[in-house]
């Protein structure tokens, strides 16, 4: 059964940082593009960071380009997403998801996504 469990959220002050885990099961990590996309409160779904399986491509939204790093450990079949400077407008429900491609992916085309896990910035 394919899984994926995000965690590290929480509530953090403006210009903190927080590391967001995402831990897959039931499948290789290896063969997937996998990211991380978010939802805020009244927002639509906005790709945040993704990385694919073989070139070593990242893509980074504009909005957190400088602030955010995505890294995978495909030995523990877990992505990970650094977040440092953190602003009140990064208050959002964080998804770890997977796409076939890296093309796919951020175009926000997903195969498989987790529950989330709640980051909320504010003082």
């Known amino acids: 059964q394919v899984q994926l469990v995000e965690s590290g959220g929480g509530l953090v002050q403006p210009g903190g940082s927080l590391r967001l885990s995402c831990a897959a099961s039931?499948?290789?990590?290896?063969?997937?593009?996998i990211g991380w996309f978010r939802q805020g409160p009244g927002k639509e779904r906005e790709g945040v960071s993704c990385?694919?399986?073989?070139?070593?491509?990242?893509y980074y939204a504009d909005s957190v380009k400088g602030r955010f790093t995505i890294s995978r450990d495909n030995a523990k079949n877990t992505v990970y997403l650094q977040m440092n400077s953190l602003k009140p407008e990064d208050t959002a429900v964080y998804y770890c998801?997977?796409?076939?491609?890296?093309?796919?992916?951020?175009?926000?085309?997903?195969?498989?996504w987790g529950q989330g896990t709640q980051v909320t910035v504010s003082s």
């Open positions: 990385i694919s399986s073989s070139d070593g491509n990242i």
């Open positions: 998801a997977t796409s076939p491609s890296f093309s796919l992916w951020v175009t926000l085309f997903f195969g498989s």
């Open positions: 039931g499948f290789a990590l290896d063969y997937h593009t």
